[in-house]
C-alpha cells in the first residue's frame, strides 16, 4: 500500500502538502491529529538531549510512513520537519481508525505496509552496524534483491541510498568504484548486479 493509495482511500481525511523551506509540521507534546507519509522529499523526526543536543531519530524518505506512534498516542513524542522541496501527505488520525475498524481488507494491508517498515528498519540498524563501507553496500543490497536473484535497480537516488544505510555519497561513490574494480558488482545508472565474481568464475 503506497501513501498515494491511503491519501485517495482517506479522501477528505487526508491532505498534501507542498514545502519550498524546511518546515515544522508538529513539535513534542503537541496533540496527535495526523501521520504522514512522504511523497517526495524527506521528513526528519527530532529529539534534544536534556544537555541541549539535537538527534536526528528517525529519517523518512519518499515512500514512509512517519510519525505512526501518533495513531495510539495522545501527544507526539519528538519534533517533526519537513525539508525544503517535500510532498507531504497528511493522514487523519481518526480516518486511519475509522477506515481500520470499517475495513478489514484495508486493516490487513494497513498492518502490512507498518510491518514491513518496521522490518526494513531494524536492518538498516544491523547494517549500520558494519563498519567496511563495501560490506555494508553489498549487505544492504543482498538484503533488497530477492531470492535467487543478483540484479536491483534502485527506487530512488544512490545519495538517498547512502542516507538510508548511514554513508556519506562521497563514501558511497568510494565504495561503489572500489567494489566495481574488485568484480564484486556491475553498475549502469540506478541498475546493480551482484555476485558478479563468483557467477564469472
Known amino acids: 500500500m503506497q501513501v498515494i493509495e491511503l491519501v485517495e482511500r482517506l479522501g477528505r481525511a487526508a491532505r ?70 517535500s510532498r507531504v501527505a497528511f493522514l487523519s488520525k481518526l480516518g486511519v481508525h475509522s477506515l481500520m475498524q470499517d475495513d478489514g481488507a484495508f486493516a490487513s494491508a494497513f498492518c502490512q505496509r507498518l510491518a514491513g517498515q518496521v522490518q526494513r528498519l531494524r536492518s538498516n540498524i544491523e547494517l549500520r552496524a558494519i563498519r567496511s563501507a563495501d560490506d555494508r553496500i553489498i549487505a544492504a543490497l543482498s538484503l533488497r534483491v530477492g531470492t535467487g536473484e543478483a540484479n536491483y535497480d534502485l527506487a530512488g537516488t544512490w545519495k538517498g541510498f547512502a542516507q538510508e544505510i548511514g554513508l556519506s555519497h562521497e563514501a558511497l561513490y568510494r565504495a561503489l568504484k572500489r567494489l566495481e574494480r574488485a568484480n564484486r558488482v556491475q553498475r549502469q545508472g540506478r541498475s546493480i548486479r551482484l555476485g558478479v565474481k563468483q557467477l564469472g568464475d
Open 16 to 85: 498534501v502538502e507542498t514545502y519550498t523551506n524546511d518546515t515544522v509540521l508538529f513539535r513534542r507534546g503537541d496533540p496527535t491529529r495526523h501521520m504522514f507519509g512522504i511523497i517526495q522529499g524527506q521528513a526528519c523526526l527530532r529529539r534534544t538531549t536534556f544537555e541541549g543536543t539535537e538527534l536526528i531519530i528517525h529519517r523518512a524518505h519518499e515512500g514512509d510512513l512517519f510519525a505512526e506512534a501518533a495513531l495510539f498516542s495522545d501527544a507526539y513524542h519528538c519534533d517533526g520537519q519537513a525539508l525544503a522541496g
